[in-house]
């Protein structure tokens, strides 16, 4: 595309939720109290298990690496989002916005490999209980969060490099609360198609895998579930692995409706109302979750609060 006549852009403005006046005090009251509950939850999350021995196991250090996952979305989306819409729109430098782009899809792409982990976990404390301690050790769980949080950062970072190489021309407005992959690609005056094939030659591995492992795990997750006889043996199971089960499908669901559905089926205000699900509710609901169907966690609750009225 000739851009000899354009301007080129250093700055970008978000709109936020301009086509929702009536609603500006509901979406300030929801995004301050949501991030609140986001961030006590999951930092309760980090503390409880840090902090009690009967909590020592990897299923716990996998939990409070998605809490540290959905407190990185939360700090890098809503405070920009909040002043987006106190102002009625917000502008930012076109760095910022790519930076936040990236760290926003990198705690995104970890959460995959996270979740998938999570579900190997699970499959080797049910189907391999014998031998679960012996290979699910503690340096194993650190290497595989560790290789999960460096896949992220380097595979998101060959996306970004090919960004910051592109010219962006005005208008340089984004009808969104925050700076999202499509609507920055869309500003673009540059060729993207190059950006777009390796968007999807990256989700095979960035999503694609990780969905088909989860599922081949929960395959023989049931199998075994099938074969126990006893109502309490299936029980054990179901409260086992139905907190990362719902966690699973509510984050693959949005992302789902947000990427993979054709955008021509898609309004702008479904984007943003689905966009808001996976970056505002969902870090929020992922501590209640476990919280709340989680029998370790809730027994650690307790123990704290019978102490605090001691």
């Known amino acids: 595309m000739n851009t000899l006549n354009q301007t080129i852009i250093n700055e970008i403005r978000l709109l936020g939720f301009q086509d929702f ?17 986001t961030v006590c939850g999951n930092f309760l999350i980090i503390w409880l298990v840090a902090s009690n021995s009967s909590l020592q196991s990897p299923m716990y250090f996998f939990l409070t690496q998605l809490s540290v996952s959905d407190l990185l979305v939360t700090t890098t989306i809503i405070p920009n989002t909040l002043y987006v819409i106190c102002n009625e729109g917000g502008t930012m430098s076109l760095s910022a916005c790519i930076i936040q782009f990236y760290f926003f899809a990198c705690s995104e792409v970890f959460e995959f490999f996270l979740l998938s982990v999570m579900a ?15 290979l699910m050790n503690p340096v194993l769980c650190i290497k595989l969060v560790i290789i999960s949080w460096l896949l992220s950062f380097s595979m998101e970072l060959i996306v970004i490099t090919s960004v910051i190489q592109l010219q962006f021309c005005g208008p340089n407005i984004i009808d969104h609360f925050f700076c999202d992959y499509v609507p ?79 955008n021509k089926k898609k309004s702008m205000t479904a984007n943003k109302i689905l966009s808001l699900l996976y970056t505002v509710v969902t870090p929020m609901i992922n501590p209640i979750i476990y919280s709340l169907r989680n029998e370790d966690i809730k027994k650690a609750i307790k123990k704290i609060l019978g102490k605090i009225n001691d």
């Not at 006046?21 to 509950?37: D, E, G, H, R, T």
């Not at 499959?123 to 679960?132: D, G, W």
């Open 184 to 262: 920055l690609l869309e500003l673009s005056c540059s060729d993207t198609s190059f950006i777009d094939e390796e968007i999807i030659l990256l989700a095979i591995p960035l999503s694609f895998t990780p969905f088909i492992i989860i599922v081949v795990f929960y395959v023989y997750i049931i199998r075994a579930a099938i074969k126990i006889s006893t109502t309490s043996g299936f029980s054990k199971i179901f409260s086992t692995c139905s907190s990362h089960l719902t966690v699973v499908l509510i984050f693959f669901g949005t992302i789902t409706g947000i990427y993979m559905l054709p």
């Open 120 to 134: 190997c976990d699970r499959y080797l404390a049910i189907c391999n209980p014998l031998r679960y301690n012996a």
């Open 21 to 37: 006046p009536n609603f500006k005090a509901l979406f300030l009251f929801l995004l301050f109290l949501f991030p609140i509950v």
